[in-house]
């Protein structure tokens, strides 16, 4: 795909370049969108949403940054917006969580999929997944998080430490649970 060319044809609000963005985004934007969204549907929602946000704007988009970042920033904003709009709010505790972040990911972690890692994040309390997916996996700073969030600065790095000591200790139970699963197997063979 010629992704100028898609991008010139749907600034001339052309449908059948409409439909290749479409086609072409839709698959990973829907992650995207599902990673802040626990429910298929408003998923879908903020997918709809981005899409005519992007053939709104556009136009305005003026190819001096990554398209793929542009819009990911637009799927990430609907997302929580369609989040806030169903909660009320996006509530982020404002307390400093004092224990200290982990510095070290356990070595059993790494023999975990993406989607085992996902289904952790998934259970993290949502305002540190939240911050954990848009700190760790979209790349915004704590500052960009602050501000999209209106939250503190503090805030954002207190959440994110708070999902990195719950991960961790996600990890360690899994590895436990496994471990204990090969004793009671290793017992039965014996």
Sequence with gaps: MNLKKVIQGCK???PVYQEK???HYA???LRLCSRYLYDDHLAYDALQDCFMNVFKYIGGYREEGKFDAWIKRIAVNCALGVRKKMSGSINIDDIEYTNEAPTYVPDYASQ???KEILN??????TSAATIFNLYVVE???HK?????LDIKESSSRSQLTRARVKMVEMIEEKKEA???RLDQVQIQYQ
Aim: glycine share 4%.
């Design 27 to 29: 698959p990973s934007l």
């Design 178 to 180: 496994e471990s204990f």
């Design 144 to 148: 960009e998080i602050a501000e999209l």
């Design 120 to 125: 952790l994040v998934n259970r993290l309390p």
């Design 21 to 23: 963005l479409v086609k």
């Design 139 to 141: 790349g915004y700073s």
């Design 112 to 114: 975990f999929s993406e």
């Design 12 to 14: 001339d609000q052309d």
